[in-house]
């Protein structure tokens, strides 16, 4: 796709995640059909499940748990860190002819 759009295609670019979780970007703006991009580890949390981690160091007396120490803390991640959803800003790389949702873009306004 991208070979078509110039001798020098761009390695970086910005797109949006559409209702149907198509992805149109800047420079391509035809759907890209959910399917046929990639999209990296860090975009696909899914905030139904909770991350848990899991403790047995000793150091709490639980004893419902069967033996001290034995217990597990959900963690939420903050609502920026959560899965791409429409409407969405991304940041692709264009890695040959496939395109890859690096991560959430957001604007500048939201820092401090």
């Not at 580890?41 to 991350?51: I, K, N, W």
Request: glycine residues 8%; charged residues 20%.
């Amino acid at each position: 796709m991208m070979r078509k759009t110039g001798e020098h295609p761009l390695v970086l670019d910005f797109g949006i995640i559409n209702d149907d979780y198509s992805l149109t970007t800047n420079t391509f703006p035809k759907p890209i059909p959910k399917g046929d991009y990639s999209v990296c580890r860090a975009v696909t949390y899914d905030p139904g499940v909770p991350l848990t981690q899991s403790y047995n160091d000793g150091a709490h007396s639980q004893p419902d748990a069967g033996y001290g120490g034995a217990h597990t803390h959900d963690i939420r991640l903050p609502e920026k860190m959560y899965w791409i959803r429409p409407g969405d800003k991304v940041l692709v790389a264009w890695v040959q002819d496939e395109a890859v949702v690096v991560d959430l873009v957001y604007s500048s306004s939201r820092v401090g």
